[in-house]
T-cell receptor, first 112, second 115 residues
Framework: KAGVTQTPRYLIKTRGQQVTLSCSPI?????VSWYQQTPGQGLQFLFE???????NKGNFPGRFSGRQFSNSRSEMNVSTLELGDSALYLC???????????FGSGTQLSVL | GENVEQHPSTLSVQEGDSAVIKCTYS??????FPWYKQELGKGPQLIID?????GEKKDQRIAVTLNKTAKHFSLHITETQPEDSAVYFC??????????????FGQGTILTVHP
């Protein structure tokens, strides 16, 4: 079974631009979560989607948004990029609300 | 909200020795505690997890213990091997009212196993 797939693997953007990251969960998994990983703040929860609905949200500004499609694939969008948005963005999926969470390899975003 | 403290931040051992990483959590309602291993250039990989109705769980060379009264849990790796070298993260979540998809992570422990 294929794991969680994230595209693209690397991304370079400039301040003020917007970016969209994509995630395909493990086949059969309906829940997708997004995390931001930085050396200073560690792993921080962004949001979680289940059946196209946002189930949980972390403490990030409104510039960070996401959505989930009917096939469980998910995208996250960051608008008006700031230097501090440079991070590894990780997507994870699970089979249900109280099931194990499996991570993808992430998208490394650099904002110049 | 939940806060998870992890110690030590770095741990260096000789091959064959044991390694122990400790975490404490603040939310007494937390009931699910996974551990992840992250290698360079990869995402976190789930290595073991424990629910609050269990005090200890073992999987070959890896074990996790949970003390709900003290609100701390630990990862034990026995007979360490160089391929165990990685960053290890503990995490916690209350589950009820939310889900296991919303985890609060510790700051990570860089484990180095010297041959």
């Amino acid at each position: 079974k294929a794991g969680v797939t994230q595209t693209p693997r690397y991304l370079i953007k400039t301040r003020g631009q917007q970016v969209t990251l994509s995630c395909s969960p493990i086949s059969g998994h309906r829940s997708v979560s997004w995390y931001q990983q930085t050396p200073g703040q560690g792993l921080q929860f962004l949001f979680e989607y289940f059946s196209e609905t946002q189930r949980n949200k972390g403490n990030f500004p409104g510039r960070f948004s996401g959505r989930q499609f009917s096939n469980s694939r998910s995208e996250m969008n960051v608008s008006t990029l700031e230097l501090g948005d440079s991070a590894l963005y990780l997507c994870a999926s699970s089979a249900g609300q109280f099931e194990k969470l499996f991570f993808g390899s992430g998208t490394q975003l650099s904002v110049l | 909200g939940e806060n998870v403290e992890q110690h030590p931040s770095t741990l260096s051992v000789q091959e064959g020795d044991s390694a122990v990483i400790k975490c404490t959590y603040s939310d007494s309602a937390s009931n699910y505690f996974p551990w992840y291993k992250q290698e360079l250039g990869k995402g976190p990989q789930l290595i073991i997890d424990i629910r609050s109705n269990v005090g200890e769980k073992k999987d070959q060379r890896i074990a996790v213990t949970l003390n709900k009264t003290a609100k701390h849990f630990s990862l034990h790796i026995t007979e360490t091997q160089p391929e165990d070298s990685a960053v290890y993260f503990c995490a916690a979540t209350r589950g009820a009212g939310t889900s296991y998809g919303k985890l609060t992570f510790g700051q990570g422990t860089i484990l180095t196993v010297h041959p």
